[in-house]
């Protein structure tokens, strides 16, 4: 039967990040428990003036082989794995003078810090901790009787635990240990996995394993009788889960999920640009020679579903641009950075979230994506292609002008990051209409259409800013109604990825109406 209270005799202590260590060792050491340590642990407690017995002396088997082997021993997993309740356990670790361990504090080599810097392949080889998983999980496997700790964070309540029952563990701190123990260590082979499959080049290997760290629990998830967490997984990649907060109440799940959308858009641009998003979706994206300049062409596309939307930028906030911002409701803000002025402007505005992420994503950079389903994960590749105009092959009769080609490829890369099926009208580096998610492709280009023709009357223009402007479809048209819908509003020039069987029909609709055409080769899907 599981004791619930086990007196804390004798603990093993084998830290790499040694933050907290001494103030762990004192406690210990005046409790009056007996410390075994290894290598820089050991001498670390040493020069602390704790009372420290190191591990070869306890084993009578020195460390060797650079340090590879100095935890494995009988004597130690022994103590740690003995069942206290067992008498052939006690008998034979009586009989073979094994002491029980109580408590085993251990935290692993840096593997992943090593490969974060570059080290090289057999660095990183080093930095695979095997001892350290070992006795982590023997001690979590024999948590009814031993503690074990595997984070500095922890050492505060485990202390205060130990100092709360007369320095004994209770059953629930033991559980609750464990739990994190081995998530800890399955994390840990996750990512040595990860490394190995790429350094073979295996994107996708027999056994994939994703691990992330708790970052925040939400208030909620999509809905409010939802539950919802964000985990952060190491990935370098600057955004939205690693951002400084700098003001605003907790973000939520559907906050962090369209600021992750409008972030990784507005990073497609090398112009000074802004994207306004709502569910995920841009309403608005425009680049410019200035950031405010951006901004405000960004909201003219479409002003009223801005409102209540997310705002990414691609430059540091400036305190014009923040100005602008501050004169709607907005739900997010997120840059690179923001000037102090721009701070002290929306300031005022004490429910918005003001994010600062400290550099862009590389929206060419390599990486997976995951979606669940019942049963499985979905992987993929990051959708990271970015079409050039070298990429572009033109299908038309008319080529297309100079402004023409610059802004087909500002729709296309804007597409790229529509719900599909999607259409995007451009003029001037801007979104003037933007269709998205619609079942039918000619559905998405008359909803992109029809909402510029209300902006249009909103802002009191003569005419729709599609009068004139170049559209975007993430995927082929696979009939020519969607490309004449776009014509008929006012678009001159066309660029798809193409690959249709109808694709001669299309071209000659464009041919009839004088419409420039290019085809990507690529498709741009988004679902």
């Known amino acids: 039967m599981t004791a619930d209270l086990v007196p804390i005799r004798r603990a093993l202590i084998s830290v790499s990040d040694k933050t907290g260590l001494v103030a762990l060792g004192r406690f210990l050491a005046n409790r009056g428990v007996e410390i075994l340590s290894t290598g820089g642990s050991a001498a670390r407690l040493a020069e602390a003036g704790v009372a420290v017995t190191e591990v070869a002396d306890h084993t009578g088997f020195p460390e060797m082989l650079d340090g590879r082997v100095k935890t494995l021993h009988p ?68 948590h009814p009787f031993v503690a074990v700790v595997t984070d500095p964070e922890d050492y505060e309540t485990t202390i205060a635990e130990l100092d709360r029952h007369d320095g004994a563990s ?13 998530a800890r260590t399955a994390a840990y082979d996750a990512a040595v996995a990860a490394w190995f499959a790429q350094q073979r080049g295996e994107t996708f290997p027999d056994h994939f394993a994703v691990a ?98 997310i705002i990414a930028l691609n430059r540091p906030l400036d305190a014009t641009t923040a100005a602008e911002v501050a004169k709607l409701f907005v739900e997010v803000v997120i840059a690179p950075e923001a000037d102090p002025a721009a701070r002290a402007v929306l300031g005022a505005k004490k429910n918005l979230r003001l994010l600062v992420t400290g550099d862009l994503p590389d929206p060419a950079a390599p990486g997976l994506s995951l979606r669940s389903i019942a049963g499985g994960v979905l992987v993929q590749s990051r959708d990271n292609r970015r079409v050039s105009l070298a990429d572009l092959k033109i299908v038309s009769r008319r080529q297309p002008s100079d402004r023409e080609l610059a802004d087909l490829l500002v729709a296309f890369r804007v597409a790229k990051h529509v719900k599909s099926n999607a259409i995007v009208y451009v003029r001037d580096g801007a979104t003037v209409g933007i269709g998205a998610g619609q079942m039918s492709r000619v559905d998405s280009a008359r909803i992109a259409a029809l909402k510029s023709a209300d902006a249009a009357v909103a802002a009191g223009l003569a005419e729709p800013a599609t009068r004139g402007s170049v559209v975007a479809s993430d995927a082929f048209f696979p009939f020519a109604d969607g490309l004449i819908t776009a014509a008929q509003a006012g678009a001159t020039a066309v660029i798809q990825p193409g690959g249709s069987v109808r694709d001669a029909e299309v071209i000659a609709a464009a041919d009839e109406r004088d419409l420039a055409m290019v085809f990507t080769g690529v498709r741009h899907f988004r679902h």
């Open 75 to 142: 004597r130690l997993h022994g103590g740690i794995l003995g069942r206290r309740d067992l008498p052939d356990h006690v008998a034979a670790m009586n009989d073979h003078d094994i002491p029980p361990i109580d408590l085993v504090v251990v935290n692993l080599y840096p593997f992943r810090e090593t490969v974060a810097r570059g080290a090289g392949f057999e660095d990183c080889v080093e930095n695979i901790d095997i001892g350290g998983p070992a006795l982590i999980r023997a001690a979590a496997k024999n």
């Open 170 to 182: 209770t059953l629930v701190l033991r559980r609750r240990l464990a739990a994190l123990a081995y």
């Open 212 to 309: 992330g760290r708790l970052q925040q629990t939400l208030r909620y998830g999509e809905n409010p009788h939802q539950e919802a967490a964000l985990y952060l997984t190491g990935e370098a990649r600057p955004g939205v889960g690693t951002a400084l907060q700098l003001q605003g109440k907790e973000l939520s799940y559907n906050n962090l999920n369209d600021t992750d959308a409008a972030f990784e858009l507005v990073a497609e641009f090398e112009r000074p640009a802004v994207a306004i998003i709502k569910h995920a979706n841009p309403c608005g994206v425009a680049e410019a020679d200035s950031l405010v300049e951006a901004y405000l062409r960004a909201l003219a596309c479409d002003p009223v579903s801005a409102f209540g939307g």
